[in-house]
């Protein structure tokens, strides 16, 4: 193998590829990335086995051939070389890479060795557009299970209908939906729903938030195949592969409320604003009270603890229903609202053991549901 390569476009791709490896003691090799060059396209390859990600960039050819070496290894020293053309050349399992003045060996392992990705068992896909798929993935990644106990809520739930796309994730405290919908519809035969690990949906966020682009999606009975290609031709660029998890969803909208106690429309900043100051006498519960008094259109914020002191504020809303009082953790609040980009949100309440509900005003693609604290 031997080869030319600007700096930025090596850089770039092992920036994407090395965040799915780490110190794995029972496989070394996975640790490694497998770099291969084949006419003018170098491939970059790793795995954890359970999500692999190739990607392809252009180069100057001079030999063809395949090795693979320590992935954190390779970046860090790329990272470190000056902004200009490097040849990678192979003999004997060891890495040459001269860049200017910089001549660096990195001793290899045999390719052969290396795992295989799974290709797709399907020819057939389904395109979104990269960037609304990312930003809704970003909306919700964080709120599943780290629970292994319940696999099918450690993962991202994935509901694809032929006008729209679900996404939801939940860890039985809180669930967050993002509904994506097409204009001209999607080209499926019927609905259809899967499950990715976390972990998956991460390296998704991380591979189309620079890309607008249309992102084709490959699924089979067991696997999902996401492709980005280059920006003219069909020549994949990324590709992340993934394994789906097994087991059913749950039939998460049976918890969505249809309707509230108590209602509350109330400025998003101001709100999250009242609650971080609240949140610093919330102790170790992360505890606050929330009373809304419908009458005076007024919801107040309360927190206490013996050891620091107390915090008491209000904040001018609109409100129907009926007066309430009931305690949340805070931090899933936070976490709801922050999601949520409208200056005004709908607060849903539902006494003090009903799920409450956050969304923003004016856009019915996202909602979040929360579970108050009960026995206050």
């Known amino acids: 193998m031997n080869l030319i390569i600007l700096k ?8 994407i590829v090395e965040r799915i490896t780490g110190k794995n003691l029972t496989l070394p090799i996975l640790n490694n990335v497998l770099i291969s060059v084949k006419k003018n396209l170098l491939k970059l390859s790793t795995t954890d086995l359970e999500v692999g990600i190739n990607y392809w960039t252009l180069t100057k050819t001079e030999k063809e051939g395949k090795i693979t070496v320590p992935a954190k290894l390779i970046l860090s020293l790329v990272n470190s070389l000056p902004n200009k ?8 399992q060891v890495l040459n890479i001269n860049c200017d003045n910089y001549n660096v060996k990195i001793k290899g392992q045999s390719p052969d060795d290396f ?13 979104i557009n990269s960037i609304p798929f990312y930003k809704g993935i970003s909306q919700v990644v964080e709120f599943s299970s780290l629970n292994q106990t319940k696999p099918e809520i450690s993962g991202i739930y994935f ?17 967050a939906e993002k509904t994506l919908y097409f204009k001209d519809g999607m080209d499926i ?28 999606m490959y699924l089979s009975s067991s696997q999902v195949l ?10 994949p660029q990324i590709q992340l592969v993934s394994r789906l998890i097994e087991g059913k969803y749950p039939n998460y909208q049976e918890i969505i409320p249809q309707k509230y106690e108590t209602q509350v429309v109330v400025s998003r900043d101001e709100l999250i604003s009242q609650i971080k100051t609240t949140s610093l006498f919330s102790g170790k519960t992360n505890e606050i009270k929330i009373n809304v008094n419908v009458n005076k259109n007024k919801m107040e914020l309360f927190a206490q603890t013996p050891e620091i002191g107390e915090n008491k504020s209000e904040i001018l809303v609109k409100a129907e229903g009926k007066n309430t009082e009931t305690s949340f953790n805070f931090k899933f609040l ?4 922050t999601n949520i980009k409208s200056d005004e949100v709908i607060f849903g309440i539902n006494g003090i053991e009903g799920p409450a509900i956050l969304k923003p005003v004016g856009d019915t693609s996202y909602l979040y549901v929360v579970m108050p604290i009960k026995g206050n």
């Open 334 to 337: 936070l976490d709801g609202l």
């Open 85 to 92: 053309k490097i040849t990678l050349e192979e003999k004997d």
């Open 189 to 216: 035969k019927k609905e259809t729903s899967f499950i990715i690990p976390q972990r998956t949906a991460r390296e998704l966020i991380n591979i189309t938030s620079e890309r607008e682009d249309k992102l084709k």
């Open 115 to 127: 795992p295989i990705i799974p290709k797709t068992e399907t020819t057939d896909f389904i395109e």
């Open 159 to 175: 509901n694809l209908q032929k006008n729209a796309l679900k996404i939801v994730a939940t860890d039985s405290f809180r669930l």
């Open 8 to 15: 930025e476009n090596l850089k770039r791709g092992l920036d």
């Open 226 to 235: 996401f492709e980005l290609s280059f920006p003219e031709g069909n020549q």
